[in-house]
């Protein structure tokens, strides 16, 4: 198998899996990554609290590379506070 073959191969397994960088977000529990347009930077704010919240996290420290080809990057971490009832 030639080495172009090869990489093209673990390339399409690694997005199989979930973990390239797709048309819509891409990130863990740690943050995640978003491709700049302007419709996406509309909506930035939504997905990111829908990713950050499957964790139990919100979405903190927005960065956007408003031009295409960028991303809107964000990190997620615990609320700062937590109410107990």
Do not use: E
């Amino acid at each position: 198998m030639s080495r172009k073959m090869h990489t093209a191969i673990v390339a399409l397994a690694g997005c199989w899996l979930g973990i390239c960088v797709g048309p819509g977000l891409s990130g863990n529990d740690s943050g995640g990554i978003i491709p700049y347009s302007p419709d996406n930077r509309a909506i930035a704010r939504d997905w990111a609290f829908q990713h950050c919240g499957a964790y139990g996290k919100v979405p903190y420290h927005f960065v956007v590379y408003a031009k295409y080809g960028q991303y809107i990057s964000f990190s997620c971490r615990f609320p700062r506070y937590r109410y107990h009832y």
